[in-house]
């Protein structure tokens, strides 16, 4: 079983419908929770991080923690073309074998593409 | 502000010829490094990461080295290339003890060896 897993979609959606993206995750451990956009051909970009339980906002997103289903969600309200890209969820604990170097654990990332 | 560079954009490379992708980090100092490679499938494959310089840590065996000669240098090598090397490289870096931020990565480097 996967650390974490993320449906690899493909999504397809109309303008301005509101995205669900989603991931779980097994290891109780992870602490520190993030969400990255990759537009085709580039680097990821890291849209959100949140630490805590809950919800945080950002303008259209909205990303949501629920640690004890250990369950990772970000949410994109008002669709637009430009969202299209690869959504990554990636998370990470405090430390890593003594390490201390943060290793993130990435899903597979979900393709999204919303056409108008 | 921080920023990170990586070259080239795409290489083409034959099979059995030598690779070297450099990556370097401004703005800050003692960075965390990291090389990444992305498949087609989507997944960030963890290569090497680096904490300090001449300090690196292998993920996975592979055809593939790295060094970190200076500490906001980060070089990704390979003597002879195969044709599994093929894929989409990334270099990251995050600030050391800061685990909560992430990372962030440069633009990539697409490699096809043929």
């Known amino acids: 079983q996967k650390e974490v897993e993320q449906d690899p979609g493909p999504l397809s959606v109309p303008e301005g419908a509101i995205v669900s993206l989603n991931c779980t995750y097994s290891?109780?451990?992870?602490?520190?929770f993030m969400w990255y956009r990759q537009y085709s051909r580039k680097g990821p970009e890291l849209l959100m991080y949140?630490?805590?339980?809950g919800n945080k906002e950002d303008g259209r997103f909205t990303a949501q923690v629920d640690k004890s289903s250990k369950y990772i969600s970000l949410f994109i309200r008002d669709s637009q073309p430009s969202d299209s890209a690869t959504y990554l969820c990636?998370?990470?604990?405090?430390?890593?074998?003594?390490?201390?170097?943060?290793?993130?654990?990435f899903g597979q990332g979900t393709i999204l593409t919303v056409h108008p | 502000s921080q920023t990170i560079h990586q070259w080239p954009a795409t290489l083409v490379q034959p099979v059995g010829s030598p690779l070297s992708l450099e990556c370097t980090v401004e703005g800050t100092s003692n960075p965390n490094l990291y090389w990444y490679r992305q498949a087609a499938g989507r997944g960030l494959q963890l290569l090497f990461y680096?904490?300090?310089?001449?300090?690196i840590s292998s993920e996975v065996p592979q055809n593939l080295s790295a060094s970190r000669p200076q500490d906001r240098q980060f070089i990704l090598s390979s003597k002879k290339l195969l044709l599994s090397d093929s894929g989409f490289y990334l270099c990251?870096?995050?600030?050391?003890?800061?685990?909560?931020?992430?990372?962030?990565f440069g633009s990539g480097t697409r490699l096809t060896v043929v």
């Open positions: 949140t630490y805590s339980s």
């Open positions: 290891n109780s451990a992870f602490q520190y």
């Open positions: 680096s904490v300090g310089i001449g300090q």
């Open positions: 990636a998370m990470s604990h405090p430390e890593t074998g003594g390490t201390s170097y943060g290793k993130l654990t």
């Open positions: 990251a870096w995050s600030v050391h003890g800061l685990y909560e931020r992430g990372y962030t």
